[in-house]
């Protein structure tokens, strides 16, 4: 079908791959080059369907929990975080393990600690069982609370001068966790807030991307990412929340071109762990339906991460 000029599909940039996802899939994609298979990884390497099953396919194997690696193996940590115990029960099989968990996370964990041992009780804005909120939440068993809603807030059961200090799952809405993070700071004056917020930094240039797309007039947006990813859920409740309908797809099977014929201009992103060969997958099929691709540049995104020690390429190799 030949494109309409009034129908336009706004392509924005950044999108898909964050620097913590790719570095992660980097790190398989080196082991299983230099030492093959058997090789495998504590959950998921990131929270994308076809970047796990790609990993599958090529004899990747993923599992839940360490008891399920045979001694003496290799083993990856997702770019999601782990608890300690993990680590410790890492150590005691006698496993190869590469950890291969966000910077950024790291950095979460990081603070933590140290809010802990200057004798702060932690709070975490962040969603019950998404892996990173279980790595975080073992750094400190028993001196850390997770606050999931601005509801929450009033059940703490901390009176207004508790040492307290707040720390935010990296994937979350930003609008979200401010009016958590406010809620928290009008009940606990004393609340000691990050320098910085933990919010990823890519989370947020995606979510400020959708809103330059609802700013231009999209009627619809698609998110091109997998339902266990916290980001790109994210992104479809930042489009809903300034009033557009918002679509999560893990990829072109997903696409219901014909329910969106009666929309001139749509928006298209995807999450920070979905590959890019399934956003142009989902171009090619709306332009091949009628619409015509608009780049949106809404910022540039150059971060990019270290490999962990053990896979940097020495000198004179």
């Excluded at 993990?86 to 809010?115: F, M, N, S, W, Y």
């Excluded at 930042?238 to 557009?244: D, L, R, S, T």
């Excluded at 142009?280 to 991460?305: D, K, S, T, Y």
Aim: a negative charge.
């Amino acid at each position: 079908m030949a494109a309409d000029p009034a129908r336009r599909l706004l392509t924005v940039q950044p999108r898909g791959f964050c620097a913590g996802v790719e570095r992660a899939i980097e790190v398989v994609d080196r082991l299983l080059e230099i030492h093959g298979t058997p090789l495998y990884v504590r959950r998921e390497i990131v929270h994308n369907r076809a970047v796990v099953d790609d990993f599958k396919a090529r004899g990747v194997a993923f599992v839940d929990e360490l008891d399920e690696v045979p001694d003496g193996a290799t083993v990856v940590f997702s770019a999601h975080g782990i608890a300690p115990e993990v680590r410790l029960t890492a150590e005691r099989r006698g496993l190869r393990a590469i950890d291969a968990t966000c910077p950024l996370v790291t950095k979460v964990h990081q603070e933590v600690l140290r809010h802990v041992d200057d004798g702060r009780h932690m709070l975490l804005i962040g969603h019950a069982g998404h892996d990173e909120v279980l790595g975080t939440m073992g750094e400190a068993p028993g001196h850390i609370t997770l606050v999931t809603s601005v509801a929450d807030v009033a059940t703490l059961p901390f009176g207004p001068e508790t040492p307290l200090a707040l720390a935010t799952q990296t994937t979350l809405s930003v609008d979200e966790t401010r009016d958590i993070a406010a809620a928290l700071r009008e009940r606990f004056p004393l609340l000691v807030e990050p320098a910085k917020s933990d919010i990823c930094y890519a989370t947020q240039n995606r979510q400020d991307a959708v809103k330059t797309l609802v700013g231009m007039g999209i009627g619809h947006l698609l998110v091109v990412g997998s339902t266990n990813s916290s980001n790109s859920r994210r992104l479809c409740e930042v489009a809903i929340n300034h009033g557009v309908p918002a679509t999560l797809i893990d990829g072109p099977a997903d696409l219901r071109a014909g329910e969106l014929a009666h929309i001139p201009v749509i928006g298209l992103t995807a999450g920070a762990s979905a590959p890019e060969h399934l956003v142009q997958a989902v171009v090619r099929e709306l332009e091949a339906a009628g619409w015509r691709e608009e780049p949106v540049v809404a910022m540039q995104e150059n971060v990019r991460f270290q490999l962990p020690a053990e896979l940097q390429a020495r000198p004179g190799r």
